[in-house]
């Protein structure tokens, strides 16, 4: 009776490890979707959570119904299906509150609806937030702004360790109709297997974009680390102490390679040069760095097919709010990322008012060095399931 009560427990694990990777999977494919919209945007700076913005899309697919719904579930490439789209979140969900456990790791993952009293949400959507998302309920009032996004606002702040402190204002709520809103925030914080000396950081050269030099601060040290290089690329996974999470540079040889590598950027490419990565000694040189991005995603829901969402009187949201029809006005994201010596930290939160990576192949080196010393992608990931939390572009300012 022992041995089959294990292998149940096994089995159920093993199906829910599997659900985990098929949600991370739709999430990462959301995030490749943002990605390229971000890339075109600018050519420097930009950080942004995908994994935020995708609880958000998928917690107001949850709460549409006919075209709305079809066009949030294609946003987060979410089957329609609920049973199966409800075990991929709750499994993507456990799986993750399991890697916060780890020593050496911070990670927080907090989704919550807001309304007025006249305003509420239905019992069915709150009790499908909270066991999906694990959501919680709030109260704004309906004819206050400033104090609806200072609560707001104070709950953002206590969810990401102080690092997001204004994701809404005044003007997110319309002064005519009362305003619902749903928000997301993603917190990290974990410190390197081997911490770098700050000793040796010092000014060192790096190149920008537009062919001027700058002097960064550098960290440097050499450690056993996962390493791949391919056509034009370098990328390397700098170790955490917790093993469940991943933070990972390609470097580009140069800016031109750098536009072709972006270009081409994919969930499949990405999945090769992982594949690729193998164990080395690297002499690693990291700029410290420490940035945010905040903005609207509501041009890049749209421009990813999430239209009637937005639209007052052809929004359908009745499975959230029943009492009177709404339609969202803006999704707000702000992220933040900063790496040092320590480690590295990341915040963010949402609210919703085949060339250069075919080569991919381990090198056949065995000690290598690692210069990121000219703008780089990153990229923050659950190892068990490859989510992605964060990513973003460094390019020296």
């Known amino acids: 009776m022992r041995a089959s009560v294990l292998i149940l427990v096994a089995a159920t694990s093993a199906l829910c490890q ?7 999977a739709a999430a990462n494919a959301h995030a490749f979707g943002l990605f390229h919209l971000f890339r075109q945007a600018t050519a420097d700076n930009f950080c ?35 049973t199966q789209r409800e075990a991929y979140l709750q499994a993507m969900r456990a799986e993750l509150q399991s890697a916060s456990n780890q020593g050496g790791l911070q990670l927080g993952v907090a989704n919550s609806l ?25 109260v704004i009032p309906a004819d206050n702004p400033a104090q609806a996004a200072v609560a707001i606002n104070d709950w953002v702040r206590q969810r990401t360790n102080g690092k997001i402190t204004n994701l809404v204002g005044p003007s997110n709520f319309p002064a005519a109709r009362p305003a619902a809103v749903l928000v997301n925030a993603v917190y990290l914080k974990s410190s390197w297997a081997e911490f770098f000396d700050p000793e040796q950081t010092k000014p060192r050269p790096f190149a920008m974009s537009d062919g001027s030099s700058t002097m960064l601060s550098t960290m440097t040290k ?32 140069d800016n031109s390679q750098r536009k072709k590598i972006e270009a081409e950027f994919s969930d499949d490419t990405w999945e090769a040069v992982q594949k690729a990565m193998t ?14 991005t905040q903005l609207s995603l ?21 499975k959230m709010i029943e009492k009177e029809a709404c339609y969202i006005t803006d999704v707000i994201h702000q992220a933040t990322i900063e790496v040092n010596e320590l480690g590295a930290e990341a915040a963010a939160a949402t609210a919703a008012v085949a060339a250069p990576f075919a080569s991919a192949m381990p090198p056949p080196l065995k000690r290598v060095t690692f210069r990121a010393d000219k703008p780089f992608l990153w990229l923050i990931t659950h190892r068990s399931t490859g989510l992605i939390l964060f990513m973003g572009r460094f390019a020296g300012r």
Request: with cysteine; charged share 15%.
């Open 222 to 253: 050499l450690e056993a680390s996962s390493y791949a290089e391919g056509s034009g690329w370098q990328c390397l996974r700098l170790p955490f102490k917790s093993a469940e999470i991943g933070f990972h540079i390609l470097l580009p040889n």
């Open 279 to 292: 164990l080395h000694e690297v002499t690693s040189f990291i700029p410290r760095f420490n940035y945010s």
């Open 298 to 318: 509501k041009n890049m829901w749209q421009a990813l097919g999430a239209k009637d969402v937005f639209i007052d009187g052809k929004a359908n949201l009745s």
């Open 114 to 138: 807001w309304a007025p009293e006249t305003l509420p949400f239905t019992p069915a959507f709150k009790q499908l937030a909270e066991k999906n998302y694990g959501a919680t309920c709030g």
């Open 48 to 82: 942004f959570s995908p994994f935020s913005s995708h609880q958000v899309a998928a917690m107001l697919a949850d709460g549409a119904a006919g075209t709305t719904q079809a066009e949030m579930l294609k946003l987060a490439f979410l089957p329609a299906d609920n």
């Open 18 to 24: 599997e659900a985990a990777s098929v949600g991370a």
